[in-house]
C-alpha cells in the first residue's frame, strides 16, 4: 500500500514563504496524481493543488483561485517526493495540510470522501 509523509510545516509570519514535502513509498509517485489538500480550523477540506500523474491517467492540474500565483506544487521523481512550494502566506493559509495519491485525478468528491492515499498532514500556522 501506499504511505504518504509529510514534513516541512511550522510557524511563519504573514508575507513569509514555507515548502511542505511528501515522502512518498509503497509506490511509485510517476503512476499516481498527486494532490495538496488542506483543513483550516472549523472549515472543509479544500483543494490545493494537483499534479497530474506521469504514467497514468491524463486530465486537468488544478490550482484555487486563492492560491494563484502563491502556491506550486511539484515533484522529484528521483526521490519519490513530492512537494508544495508557498509564497506570500496569509493567515487564512493557516491549516493542516495534507498529502494525497490518486490514480485518477482527486476531485472535490473525492476530497470529501478521502479517497486516494492520505498522509497525516503537517500544520502550516501563519501568524505574527
Known amino acids: 500500500d501506499v504511505q504518504l509523509v509529510e514534513s516541512g510545516g511550522g510557524l511563519v509570519q504573514p508575507g513569509g514563504s514555507l515548502s511542505v514535502s511528501c515522502a512518498v513509498s509503497?509506490?511509485?509517485?510517476?503512476?499516481?496524481?498527486m494532490s495538496w489538500v488542506r483543513q483550516a480550523p472549523g472549515k472543509n477540506l479544500e483543494l490545493v493543488s494537483r499534479?497530474?500523474?506521469?504514467?497514468?491517467?491524463?486530465?486537468?492540474?488544478y490550482s484555487p483561485d486563492s492560491g494563484k500565483g502563491r502556491f506550486t506544487i511539484s515533484r522529484d521523481n528521483s526521490k519519490n517526493t513530492v512537494y508544495l512550494q508557498m509564497n506570500a502566506l496569509k493567515p487564512e493559509d493557516t491549516a493542516v495540510y495534507y498529502c494525497?495519491?490518486?490514480?485518477?485525478?482527486?476531485?472535490?468528491?473525492?476530497?470529501?470522501?478521502?479517497?486516494?492515499?492520505w498522509g497525516q498532514g503537517t500544520q502550516v500556522t501563519v501568524s505574527s
Open positions: 494525497v495519491a490518486s490514480r485518477l485525478p482527486l476531485s472535490a468528491t473525492d476530497v470529501v470522501r478521502r479517497n486516494g492515499y
Open positions: 509503497g509506490g511509485n509517485i510517476r503512476g499516481y496524481w
Open positions: 499534479s497530474p500523474s506521469v504514467t497514468g491517467a491524463a486530465g486537468n492540474a
